[in-house]
């Protein structure tokens, strides 16, 4: 599990934080679809609890991903401290995913279906705008 976290963590550009980022740029796009205040309020609630559950899973998983990086780099490193290492770090992931599917489950309990299309439309609009200006700072 943790050298598939750490193949996700290298193939978004060495950032873990970005594997919650659609959910932190969902925020706006719940506030302006929803419009029941009860369920709005309903859906940024588990929203909230959802993204602080995704942001301790990144800061977990890149603790993990230091720990492994050590152990690739010490050559006295033994197999059994790479088992050791993706046991706790699977262990732990699986109870991270379970709290994260949970806050999915509650956030989809007060958002309708053609709702959820429009926040996660918009939060990948942002993504992708986002990433064209960051692209564009690079190459200036």
Same mark, same amino acid.
């Given at each position: 599990?943790?050298?598939? +976290? &750490?193949?996700? &963590?290298?193939?978004?550009?060495?950032? @873990?934080?970005?594997?919650? @980022?659609? @959910?932190?740029? @969902?925020?706006?796009?719940?506030?302006?679809?929803?419009?029941?205040?009860? %369920? %709005?309020?309903?859906?940024?609630?588990?929203?909230?609890? !959802?993204?602080?559950?995704?942001?301790?899973?990144?800061?977990?998983?890149?603790?993990?991903?230091?720990? $492994?990086?050590?152990?690739?780099?010490? &050559?006295?490193? =033994?197999?059994?401290? $790479? /088992? %050791?290492? $993706?046991?706790?770090? !699977?262990?732990?992931?699986? =109870?991270?995913?379970?709290?994260?599917?949970?806050? %999915? +489950?509650?956030?989809?309990?007060?958002?309708?279906?053609?709702?959820?299309? +429009?926040?996660?439309?918009?939060?990948?609009?942002?993504?992708?705008? /986002?990433? !064209?200006? !960051?692209?564009?700072?690079?190459?200036?």
């Amino acid at each position: 599990m943790a050298l598939l +976290a &750490y193949l996700l &963590y290298a193939s978004h550009g060495g950032n @873990a934080a970005a594997l919650g @980022a659609l @959910a932190e740029r @969902a925020k706006p796009h719940v506030e302006k679809t929803i419009r029941d205040e009860d %369920r %709005r309020k309903a859906a940024l609630h588990a929203l909230s609890r !959802a993204t602080k559950d995704i942001d301790a899973l990144t800061g977990r998983i890149e603790k993990d991903l230091g720990r $492994f990086e050590k152990l690739v780099q010490d &050559y006295g490193s =033994r197999p059994e401290d $790479f /088992d %050791r290492l $993706f046991e706790t770090a !699977a262990e732990a992931d699986l =109870r991270q995913a379970d709290e994260i599917w949970k806050d %999915r +489950a509650e956030l989809l309990a007060h958002v309708g279906p053609e709702e959820w299309s +429009a926040i996660v439309a918009g939060a990948r609009a942002d993504a992708a705008e /986002d990433a !064209a200006k !960051a692209h564009e700072g690079k190459t200036e």
